[in-house]
């Protein structure tokens, strides 16, 4: 998806898929078992199947039943939906020392943009949204700590650099400090070029002197490969021979 669309939403959770023996066999065993218990059913008569235990693969599984009921269900959310919660003084408070004090770690120059008012918009909402699932007319102070709760943990997992927020990592796809390794590298290729040193005229900057530089510069050498990736895939450069590296826009 990409950043400028991943950027619009309130919540983002990134769920990842670690291959794991127990859990996977669990899962499929689930899968299966559900999935030929839901075929029997569309039988009048299963029994007659033949080379399957029916009452056994019956048993084995269960139909679930909702927590509530959903006639009741259906009125709870058409009657929430009625509802207009306003914040109270002191959730406006909280959502307003929580977002400048986040805000304030953008100070500086070069600084990262740690969050923007998007993310402000999403705290009224969500404390809002708390609200409305109360039933309430109100959005307390517990329903801004909870909204601001929830945004500030999908934040540290998706945006979170070190102790600091990093929106630039939705907003763009890559974070602040990824973009300043990326324009130091470029520029070392190009002061390579130009200056012969470790470069050949026709191939370009060898690897090996590239990645010395980057190390001067404190960029390991598999982040340096990594990075290198990345430019190679967007264009910025090309590699007229393996192990060699030119800019694209200086030829």
Known sequence: MPPALLSRFDLIFALTDK?????????TAHI????????????????ELEGVDVASIMCETKTVEP??????????????????PVLS???????????????KQGEGEGA????????????VRLSEASARARLSNIATEEDAKRAVRIVEYYLRKIAGEGDRL?????????????????????????????SGEGSDPRRGVSAEALFKAAAD????????????????????????SSGFYKLTSEG
């Open 19 to 27: 291959p794991s023996a127990e859990r996977d066999a669990n899962i």
């Open 32 to 47: 299966l078992r559900t999935h030929r218990r839901g075929q029997i059913k569309k039988y009048e008569d299963p029994m």
């Open 67 to 84: 927590v509530l009921d959903r006639e009741f269900f259906r009125k709870y959310v058409a009657y929430a939906k009625r509802i207009n």
């Open 89 to 103: 003084d002191e959730a406006m408070k909280l959502i307003s020392d929580f977002y400048l004090k986040i805000r």
């Open 112 to 123: 990262s943009v740690p969050i923007t008012a998007r993310q402000l918009e999403a705290f």
């Open 166 to 194: 990093d929106f630039d990592i939705i907003a763009t796809g890559t974070s602040h400090s990824q973009r300043e390794q990326i324009t130091i590298l470029k520029s070392l290729i190009g002061s390579l070029q130009r």
């Open 217 to 240: 510069r404190g960029i390991t050498e598999d982040r340096a490969k990594t990075l290198l990736r990345r430019l190679s895939q967007n264009g910025e450069i090309y590699s007229p």
